[in-house]
Nanobody
Framework: QVQLVESGGGLVQAGGSLRLSCVAS????????MAWYRQAPGKQRELVAG???????NYGDSVKGRFTISRDNAKNTVYLQMNSLKPEDTAVYYC????????????WGQGTQVTVSS
């Protein structure tokens, strides 16, 4: 079982930036898809960004051009660089890993809160 631990969340003003990190307890080399999801109060959890083992990325429409996902297999870490943050980006952000795709999640992190003030 792989444990995922997120960090980097916090409070930021609109237009600001944050970088989230997700460190895995074991190698992520064999995990096909790593992703970031988010869940705002009263809303369903949604896929924000995903990256496969060959570096192919996928982004939600609302974050395209503002967020960048990357993975460092040597460090067992996945990052989410978030720029030009908006109040509607406020949510709990979860790291996820799936052996068969972004939407077939095998591993979840505990989440980190991101709050964007206007």
């Amino acid at each position: 079982q792989v444990q995922l631990v997120e960090s980097g969340g916090g409070l930021v003003q609109a237009g600001g930036s944050l970088r989230l990190s997700c460190v895995a307890s074991a190698s992520i080399f064999s995990i096909y898809a790593m992703a970031w999801y988010r869940q705002a109060p009263g809303k369903q959890r949604e896929l924000v960004a995903g990256i496969t083992d060959d570096g192919t990325t996928n982004y939600g429409d609302s974050v395209k051009g503002r967020f960048t996902i990357s993975r460092d297999n040597a460090k067992n870490t996945v990052y989410l660089q978030m720029n030009s943050l908006k109040p509607e980006d406020t949510a709990v952000y979860y790291c996820a890993g799936g052996h068969r795709g972004f939407y077939l999640v095998n591993y979840w992190g505990q989440g980190t809160q991101v709050t964007v003030s206007s």
